[in-house]
């Protein structure tokens, strides 16, 4: 069903649900948004949780070409003439050291590292030393940098100006140590996250005399075993000459920058201009680049764009796993799948509420794939590399820092979800993790369930999203992430309607690949899927003594009712992450901290938390709690919530009345989106004009806008919107 859209503009844009993850990143949840450095650098580095360690040769040879031992023969020679290196070539001259202070020796590397980049033909970067180490007090900049060229004499260096960070300490001690680790990861998280031109970031720390070359891309963080400076001096030009190498192209691709993308301004404004294929989209408007708060995943990052000939269309940049497909392969395989197995009246209702596809294509730079590197690969110390565990503990916090646009709604704080991690870096791997730089460009432009003030669009608009769930599942495919960031209104002459987006994670329903596991966001997961097991199914007979033949139990497989359970968690969500404007702006009772309170237990946002599964199965409770914290309007609205709860688990008992036998006949699929789509259509009609606002705004007493409210919004209002 469709209702007149009427949802005004809204001043910012609610933050979308974590990105699909098993554990939701702390840099999507409130810590890391305060601003805080201590807490946001915690956030960054508690997501990220390890880092891969190498040998130093590995990861030197990925940065660029190294001399040839007569060239570097013949840079030791300009170096010592230059007064670099002493008449020996065996130390460097500004590191002589009295033999018993460390403690006073002195870090002059500009002349060192200058040395050797000028002899590098075409260099495209020069050295900068920030400020003196011990009257540094700005904690968030590294200790110096090579920036482009260009940039050396800008007054304000900015994150997307640094090629590589540096980070020094003069001990070498455990606390030295991980200070500089935690400073050249924010470094590198801020270069990532801040440049939508950069594919990867070299970086170096030195403690005392040891050097440690980084890298951070998308599918890892990487660090060599250290080497000495001192000592290795060969090895000391030869990355410089490197680095400086790789950044004579125009585009410095080696170090990282992405010649696919363009920065430019328009009307004073930061845009880009992406080529995807042989089109080239300028972007006139960011909408979610929360993804690239993510150091290591997907890096996503969704913009309004317009191509050549003005038509606004939707890009999405993200950097997908090596062994999984392309969005818009798997969209082309379900259109297939729907043009084959539904009637054609059928077909043409699924396209129009599957969010269209306009182009995708992976990224190509020289005719390759941009994949993420493997140091490696063909290595002749391949199988050297192992996964250390990141030191949490904090360093002390010097200023704010600012989060992306279209963070995640607010589950507690960060403390809350320390206990939850997974042991990702306890598990055992062996292969190291690649990402394959990935577009695709969207025909529809919307507005997704999370951004929408009208309840009446939210309800329709969910209510688009099932019936796109319904062809999908008719033709025998499971969407796997369903939540109020994956589906968009869209409004056209005809009023609104909502679409479904967001494929990356959908599969045919037969299908035994390795990505149809615990997928989805972590918000809207089913219970099912969120413990990996049918929960449903009737009490087994009882065992029978002396029988020692123990049958395991059947692999799980995500169905298509945990698709529907999805969209009731959506359902569950608008309700309890909102209240009416018309009870947020009354004098009443209304305790907006007792159901913040019950969102935090519907919605703890981590793996296996017992009071999102007891919100969930609780039917009786469910309904007593809907009624006591909910607004009177809204519950009046909702009050089928629990019914539909109680409809979904009587159809999960039925299709695992056999187990371990799963029955997912026709008509239980068509029996559970008949019903599901009765429960949204009739708390759309009771939706009326009900404006929402969202309990943390109230809580912050920021006082909504009057319903039918005609007040003035700043020109760069707006909803925020996002595709796919």
């Known amino acids: 069903m469709m209702a007149t859209p009427h949802t005004p503009p809204s001043q910012k844009s609610q ?14 949840q409130y810590d890391y948004r305060t601003g805080d450095l201590e807490l946001g650098r915690e956030a960054v580095l508690t997501d990220l949780r390890r880092y891969l360690q190498v040998p130093f040769v590995s990861l030197a040879k990925c940065v660029g070409a190294v001399p040839s031992q007569q060239r570097l023969e013949e840079m030791h020679d300009h170096l010592i003439r230059s007064e670099v290196l002493t ?76 090629a590589v960070p540096f980070g020094f300490k003069k001990e070498r001690d455990a606390k030295a140590v991980r200070d500089n680790e935690h400073k ?56 410089f000459y490197a680095l400086g190498f790789a950044s004579a192209s125009t585009s410095l691709k080696g170090l990282g920058w992405d010649p696919t993308v363009e920065r430019i ?27 690239a708060d993510y150091m290591v995943g997907r890096g996503t990052r969704v913009y309004e764009a317009t191509d050549t000939k003005g038509e606004t269309v939707v890009i999405k940049d993200s950097w997908r796993e090596i062994d999984h497909q392309s969005e818009g392969e798997i969209v082309e395989k379900i259109l297939a799948s729907c043009e084959k197995k539904l009637e054609t009246k059928d077909f043409a209702d ?15 730079i020289d005719g390759a794939s941009d994949e993420t590197v493997n140091p490696m690969a063909g290595d002749e110390h391949d199988g050297t590399w192992k996964w250390k565990h990141i030191d949490l503990r904090p360093i002390l916090p010097e200023r704010l820092h ?23 870096v306890g598990r055992k791997e062996t292969r190291i993790p690649q990402r394959i730089h990935a577009r695709i460009v969207f025909h529809d432009v919307g507005v997704t369930v999370k951004d929408l003030i009208s309840l009446a669009d939210s309800l329709s608009c969910l209510s688009g999203g ?71 199914q009737t009490l087994a007979p009882p065992p029978i003594y002396g029988d020692t033949d123990v049958p395991s139990p059947p692999p799980f497989r995500m169905n298509f009712l945990h698709d529907i359970e999805s969209v009731w968690w959506a359902y569950a969500w608008i309700f309890f992450y909102h209240t009416d404007t018309t009870t947020a702006n009354s004098n009443d009772s209304f305790d907006v901290d007792a159901q913040l309170r019950q969102h935090q237990l519907a919605f703890p946002g981590a793996i296996g938390q017992p009071t999102r599964r007891d919100f969930f199965t609780g039917i009786t409770k469910l309904r007593h709690t809907c009624k006591s914290i909910l607004s009177d309007r809204c519950f009046k609205v909702c009050d089928n919530l629990a019914l539909f709860a109680y409809t979904l688990q009587a159809s999960y008992l039925k299709a695992e009345a056999e187990h371990p036998l799963i029955v997912l006949d026709d008509f239980l ?8 789509a009765e429960y949204l259509d009739y708390a759309q009609k009771e939706a009326g004009d009900i404006k929402l606002c969202r309990l943390f705004d109230l809580r912050k007493q920021k006082r909504p806008r009057e319903e039918g409210g005609t007040s003035s919004t700043p020109d760069n209002a707006g909803k925020r919107i996002r595709c796919g």
């Not at 396209?351 to 190509?364: I, N, P, S």
């Not at 646009?405 to 939850?420: E, H, I, Q, R």
């Not at 037969?510 to 809207?524: A, C, K, Q």
């Not at 699929?669 to 599901?676: C, G, S």
């Open 402 to 424: 600012s989060s992306a646009t279209g963070d995640v709604p607010d589950s507690g704080k960060l403390s809350a979800f320390l206990s939850a991690q997974l042991g990702i």
């Open 87 to 162: 008449n020996d070539g065996l130390e460097w001259m500004d590191f002589i050291r009295p033999a018993n202070m460390s403690e006073e020796m002195t870090f002059k590397l500009e002349g060192i590292i200058s040395g050797i980049l000028e002899q590098v033909p075409n260099c495209g970067v020069s050295y900068l030393s920030n400020m003196l180490l011990s009257e540094r007090h700005n904690a968030s900049l590294p200790d110096g940098y090579l920036v482009r060229a260009k940039n050396r004499t800008a007054a304000r260096m900015h994150w997307f100006d640094i």
């Open 15 to 28: 933050p979308p649900p974590p990105d699909t993850a098993l554990v939701p990143p702390h840099t999507s």
């Open 184 to 239: 050249m990861i924010w470094s590198l998280h801020n270069i990532m996250r801040e440049d939508p031109c950069r594919r990867f970031a070299f970086g170096i720390t030195i403690e005392d005399t040891q050097l440690r070359l980084w890298l951070g891309n998308r599918g890892f963080l990487a660090v060599t075993e250290p080497i000495n400076c001192f000592e290795n001096i060969d090895d000391v030009i030869s990355l």
């Open 669 to 676: 699929r068509e029996d559970m989106h008949a019903k599901a």
């Open 350 to 364: 699924a396209k129009r509420h599957f969010v269209g596809v306009r182009l995708w294509k992976d990224v190509t």
């Open 265 to 291: 301004y328009v009307g004073g404004k930061m845009q880009y201009k992406f080529t995807v294929g042989d089109e080239v989209l300028t972007t006139t408007r960011e909408l979610a680049t929360y993804g």
């Open 466 to 536: 099932l019936k796109g769930l319904y062809y999908l599942h008719k033709a025998g495919w499971i969407h796997g992430d369903f939540s109020v960031g994956n589906v968009i209104w869209v409004v056209g002459d005809n009023g609104g309607i909502g679409k479904l987006g967001d494929f990356e994670y959908a599969k045919e329903i037969n299908s035994n690949t390795s990505h149809d596991v615990r997928t989805g966001t972590m918000h809207f997961m089913a219970i099912e899927v969120e413990h990996q097991e049918y929960l449903f």
